[in-house]
């Protein structure tokens, strides 16, 4: 009874009243409020204080805005309050002021809409092109791989395993390989630390890959095809270790002229052509290939990321 005698006292007020049913219907902040009952804002956040006071209304910082809502009770004084709200109503029904601020209301809803669509249309051939809050390729990465069905993978010439650690948190078991003891011996450190139990590091060659026939669902290169002395034998090896069925994804460089990259990265090519990667497939016997280029770095020299995928028959 206590709520409904504070709340009958403070909705003695028509603005107050205006303000709970619009609440009532949207969050808004006190600038969209303004706008809809057109009244300054010291006004309308002395009303919103009172409200809130009164435990009828609660607000959300995000950012420099302050967004406001009705709080909704519980028990005895939550009944109370939903039939006061309906006497408001009904009430509210009588005063033409009632219908301009549902009126003014979808027009700021509106407004809304529209600057998050023109926010949007400006990113348009951007996006992905810049900085977004919270937008990463990480981020990205781990939530399609949420979706993986849980899979046997290799992942060759897998470095110090940062990709297969990734791989791990939704696969059945990981297998790194990778041609550097020293390279190999610091990820499975790594894996060991971070409790990854379904990681397994195995020194070996892209070339002679150290697991048995047929026991991979998905076989991964991840920037290291273009490391090993003769491709086509690496994904031989590739097709010897998959199962019927299973996927190879190759994620490498497009073909480029960075000489350089054989010093600096021990590259020992210079990258693929999408025609010679579908060759590499088609001659093996995979199926169902397609090849796209998926990125190109903003910098010089600009590198591009190739992407095969195929399955074997």
């Known amino acids: 009874m206590s709520l409904l005698l504070k709340s009958m006292r403070l909705l003695g007020d028509p603005t107050r009243v205006r303000l709970l049913l619009l609440l009532e219907r949207e969050e808004l902040s006190v600038a969209e409020l303004q706008k809809i ?21 609660e607000d959300r910082r995000t950012g420099k805005n302050i967004f406001y809502r009705l709080k909704h009770g519980r028990g005895t004084d939550g ?11 009904k009430g509210a029904l009588e005063k033409p002021e009632a219908e301009n601020d549902r009126d003014a209301l979808k027009l700021v809803l509106s407004e809304r809409r529209d600057k ?18 919270g937008r990463s390729w990480k981020g990205l990465a781990e939530a399609l791989l949420t979706l993986m069905p849980p899979l046997v993978i290799a992942d060759l010439g897998a470095g110090e395993g940062t990709f297969s650690q990734l791989l791990a948190r939704s696969a059945k078991q990981v297998i790194a390989v990778e041609n550097s003891a020293k390279m190999a011996e610091f990820g499975a450190k790594l894996a060991r630390k971070h409790g990854v139990k379904n990681l397994e590091y195995r020194y ?10 047929a026991k991979i669902d998905l076989t991964f290169f991840s920037q290291s095809l273009h490391h090993a002395p003769h491709p086509e034998r690496a994904i031989s090896e590739a097709w010897r270790i998959l199962k019927p069925g299973g996927r190879i994804v190759i994620l490498d460089l497009l073909r480029h002229q960075f000489g350089e990259a054989r010093e600096i990265y021990a590259d020992l090519w210079l990258g693929f052509t999408e025609l010679e990667l579908q060759r590499f497939l088609k001659k093996k016997g995979f ?6 280029v998926v990125d190109r770095e903003p910098g010089a020299p600009h590198f591009e990321t190739l992407l095969a995928v195929g399955v074997k028959q």
């Not at 998050?116 to 809050?133: I, N, S």
């Not at 060659?205 to 026939?213: F, G, L, N, T």
């Not at 199926?287 to 796209?292: D, E, Y």
């Open 287 to 292: 199926r169902a290939i397609q090849t796209s």
């Open 79 to 89: 009944k109370v309050f939903t039939q006061l709200l309906g006497v408001l109503r």
């Open 204 to 213: 070996g060659d892209m070339e002679s890959v150290p697991i048995q026939d």
């Open 37 to 57: 009952l057109a009244k300054g804002q010291s006004q309308i956040s002395t009303h919103l204080s009172q409200l809130k006071q009164a435990d009828l209304v």
């Open 116 to 133: 998050m669509r023109a926010y949007f249309d400006g990113l348009a051939g951007r996006f992905g092109r810049q900085y977004l809050p």
